[in-house]
């Protein structure tokens, strides 16, 4: 996960410094690499020094150990005043509770059982996206040829989720309020988590003529 980071970062012209307990890691690091190589654990504070801590614009806590991940992320935000930071959890409770206090996660376990369910249970089953708290989910959800030629204005207002993006032939495509649902689209809702069972059940019906 860092080095593959660390090569997307660089690939996109920004200066990179990677920190390790264990030199053999950045054996990982492809032959070009030019970012630094700092050899310690990541939230010492000699050891962000050295990797150039004090004019970071950004900080990302990738290892393998929850705990440290936490502690090198407010060590940066708290002590060093790096506001764009975030760690990796692989503990779906803790990840909860540090977005609570500020600390942007990535809780691993969580989003990896997503991806999964997504391929092993029916289209729309699952979310593409959820939030750490459970709280707000992005999905992809199928509905009845009955609201072909349905403005998205009206989808929204009869499913009380917001219709973030439509998949058409292919390509992407934000929405406006007169834009007609077609044939063949996919449609992204986001909505409240608790409220995605009733999403999919009123997309799958008839729309209410009365609405």
């Given at each position: 996960m860092g080095s593959t980071l660390a090569h997307i970062l660089e690939d996109n012209g920004h200066s990179v410094a990677i920190i390790d307990r264990d030199p053999q890691a950045?054996?990982?690091?492809?032959?070009?690499?030019?970012?630094?190589?700092?050899?310690?654990?990541?939230?010492?504070?000699?050891?962000?020094?050295?990797?150039?801590?004090?004019?970071?614009?950004?900080?990302?806590?990738?290892?393998?150990?929850?705990?440290?991940?936490?502690?090198?992320?407010?060590?940066?935000?708290?002590?060093f005043g790096v506001d764009n930071v975030v760690a990796r959890i692989y503990d779906p409770r803790r990840a909860e509770v540090y977005q609570r206090l500020g600390i942007p996660t990535v809780a691993t376990v969580r989003w990896t059982a997503d991806q999964i369910l997504r391929?092993?249970?029916?289209?729309g089953a699952e979310p593409l996206w959820r939030d750490p708290t459970g709280t707000v989910v992005l999905a992809e959800v199928t509905f009845n040829p009955a609201w072909i030629g349905t403005a998205v204005r009206q989808v929204e207002l009869t499913t009380g989720a917001r219709l973030a993006f439509i998949n058409r032939m292919g390509e992407a495509l934000v929405p406006k309020d007169d834009t007609a649902v077609q044939e063949g689209d996919i449609l992204h809702v986001v909505a409240a988590g608790n409220e995605m069972e009733r999403v999919n059940k009123v997309l799958s019906g008839v729309p209410d003529e009365e609405n």
């Open positions: 950045f054996r990982r690091l492809r032959a070009g690499f030019r970012g630094r190589r700092v050899t310690g654990i990541g939230f010492d504070r000699d050891v962000l020094e050295e990797a150039g801590i004090e004019s970071a614009q950004a900080y990302v806590a990738v290892s393998s150990g929850d705990n440290s991940n936490i502690i090198s992320a407010r060590v940066a935000r708290e002590n391929r092993v249970l029916p289209e």
